[in-house]
């Protein structure tokens, strides 16, 4: 059954696809946001829009190889995608043994008993199974064809897109968090039908603690808000360390208020880890040489902000004191205390004991949902399978020591790698999904960009080695 989130996103799709990459990108990153929706219910399993906008970017590259009669992919791209591959033998073999020999021996809780252990039931084939395989096939396949797509444009084309597609996402969370907040405050209409359409997904945006209403914005529920903007607010970082503007100190103040608001012990263990975090890397780092020092008008923007912020925090703190402190009873203090805790520890305690009872092995993919993709990992593909996507998100973020081509030099790529760096922290905290449309999206853009730095590197070296020497260039750096 078509949705309203699909009449209003599917035309807005039809119309990327005729827009280029930088289009394609940008409704693949808006759709990675909207993960609590859906553009078509069948029964209780709905396509969210981010894989909707996939299988169309995959129908487009099918189409172009039938009329071209080949699809060349870029051979650096195959070579590191080598893991992935693995992880997906990892994931048959799981399942494999996991039907032929531990059927109805280990104890797991599936996706739709959201961490009910008392729901608990020995392991059985089941639908979970084939869905999750079937969207790491999906993730897989996107991934291919995107990152050989753009490893293929120009440099500074590269970097666009990719920045692109990241605060596409980043203002559309942005702008329906303020809008969630607003509605709680002032009791405003907020589009719950449209943001919260997936039938798969139960009713877990509408959270509080007493006469606090919890933010999740577009997302399911808070901690998923509290993932994502562990990604927003580490891009939004290292936007500010390349330049030290204005505008990219306000990217961090806009993500550290939604973390904020949504009272999730994850956004909390983001905060604090930024907070010990981006004092060194503020002393550590420096404005690059070949930049412009900052404006007299841009410094006191900066300096604006920075008071602004603070004055808004105290004036908060002071007014609402009853609500912090509830807040901080029920997140942090007494977290330990809730039943949330002990069930989603549980979970994870039984994940390991599967991982255990299965030599190793897994049980296969949306066999066992605990609270951490690590645990997810070691008790759905086991031991080899988790190496393997380790060995790819290795792959995605190595960049040589030695310089490259790239417009500002390493800094360039500071913004993408701390994204998907971001993403990863929320996923050892709570985040325990391995197939998160930011991740891949994250993962996505790094791995083009590292294959793209290495194939520049070599075909300046070719033709260095062919020429004389000639003066060096100076790239001007791409703005952020």
Known sequence: ??????????????????????????????????????????????????????????GAAVAQALMQGTYRLDRAILVRMA??????????????????????QVWVVSGRQLFDLDSAERYSFRPENVNQLAYLILNFALVLVLADRLVRLPTEVLLRVSHAAIRAAFALATFFVAWDWLA????????????HSNAFYAAAHNQSFGDISRISGPFSEPSGLAYAYGGFLAYASACYLVDRSAHALLWV???????????????????ALWALAMPVALVLTRRPRDR???????RMAVFALVMLACAGAVWFARTHQDDI????????AGKTETGSYQ?????DWMGLQSFGDTWGLGLGLGSHRPNSLTVTLL?????????????FIGLCLYRPRYSDPWPGSARALWPLRAFTLGLLFGHLVSSPNINSQLLWLSLTLNLAATVHTKKRLEAMQANISQQAPRSVVTQRPVAY
Do not use: K
Request: charged share 5%; proline share 4%.
């Open 1 to 58: 059954m078509l949705t309203v989130t699909g009449m209003v996103f599917i035309p807005a799709c039809l119309a990327a696809m005729t827009a280029g990459l930088r289009g394609q990108l940008i409704i693949l990153g808006i759709g990675a946001v909207l993960s609590s929706a859906a553009v078509v219910n069948l029964s209780s399993f709905g396509i969210q829009p981010g894989y909707f906008v996939g299988l169309l970017l995959l």
């Open 292 to 298: 412009i020092r900052p404006s007299r008008y841009s």
């Open 343 to 347: 069930s989603r520890t549980g979970a």
């Open 379 to 391: 008790s759905n593909v086991g031991l080899p399978g988790t190496l393997a996507f380790a060995a």
């Open 325 to 332: 402190q509830l807040i901080y009873e029920s997140s942090i």
């Open 83 to 104: 893991p992935l591959g693995l992880l997906l033998l990892a994931s048959l073999n799981a399942l494999f043994w996991a039907n032929a020999v531990f059927w109805d």
């Open 253 to 271: 103040l806009i993500a550290l208020a939604a973390l904020a608001i949504s009272t999730s012990t994850t956004a909390y263990a983001v905060l």
């Open 184 to 195: 709680h405050q002032f009791g405003w209409y907020f589009p719950d039908a449209f943001l």
